[in-house]
Antibody, heavy 120, light 108 residues
Framework: EVQVVESGGGLVQPGGSLRLSCAAS????????MTWVRQAPGKGLEWVSV???????YYADSVKGRFTISRDNSKNTLYLQMNSLRAEDTAVYYC??????????????WGKGTTVTVSS | SYELTQPPSVSVSPGQTARITCSGD??????ASWYQQKPGQAPVLVIY???ERPSGIPERFSGSSSGTTVTLTISGAQAEDEADYYC???????????FGGGTKLTVL
């Protein structure tokens, strides 16, 4: 079965750090585009970051310079290192596989999400 | 930054047709996708490449595109279709994914 499972969320103080993990099964992380999407309480979906199969990475302006996306091919796992966390980073963070083609980008496999709360 | 615009809410009676629109300047160049999200659950892909339906998604879900607007249509909406729906596409470069603000569909 193709699935992803996120972990690593929790309560962290403003300015702190946290690393999220996303373990994949049924497919190879390094052969796919992998994305992080977040959802603040009561709000909509917000794209956060993507890592391409070739290794290129891109970030939303709201997290650029603070978050780093990476992967461990031997563990078939995606990561999101989050530094200098702010209250507005509080959200459920989803990991998703992104399929792409000619002018087409969409997420077909989603995890259940992991909750990050930034508060003192 | 690029934006996709959706109506905040749509209401229909059971059995009626629900239509949710999504507008964006790059939609003539980039395909759109639609996701259904029920409370406390992860999003589920219901339409991709404007009109394609993943396996397991009921035939009552369909998508269409015209110029800068894409539309999700639910024909014969059922109570179980009550959820938030999000459109998603990419900017004209294809580098940055963007989501619409979401539409709450009420079936009552």
């Amino acid at each position: 079965e193709v699935q992803v499972v996120e972990s690593g969320g929790g309560l962290v103080q403003p300015g702190g750090s946290l690393r999220l993990s996303c373990a994949a099964s049924g497919f190879t992380v390094s052969s796919n585009y992998m994305t992080w999407v977040r959802q603040a309480p009561g709000k909509g979906l917000e794209w956060v970051s993507v890592i391409y199969s070739g290794g290129s990475t891109y970030y939303a302006d709201s997290v650029k310079g603070r978050f780093t996306i990476s992967r461990d091919n031997s563990k078939n796992t995606l990561y999101l290192q989050m530094n200098s966390l702010r209250a507005e980073d509080t959200a459920v963070y989803y990991c998703a596989r992104e399929l792409w083609g000619s002018s087409s980008y969409y997420m077909d496999v989603w995890g259940k999400g992991t909750t990050v709360t930034v508060s003192s | 930054s690029y934006e996709l615009t959706q109506p905040p809410s749509v209401s229909v009676s059971p059995g009626q047709t629900a239509r949710i629109t999504c507008s964006g300047d790059a939609l003539p160049k980039q395909y759109a996708s639609w996701y259904q999200q029920k409370p406390g659950q992860a999003p589920v892909l219901v339409i991709y490449k404007d009109t394609e339906r993943p396996s397991g998604i009921p035939e009552r879900f369909s998508g269409s595109s015209s110029g800068t607007t894409v539309t999700l249509t639910i024909s014969g909406a059922q109570a179980e279709d009550e959820a938030d729906y999000y459109c998603q596409s990419a900017d004209s470069s294809g580098t940055y994914v963007v989501f619409g603000g979401g539409t709450k569909l009420t079936v009552l």
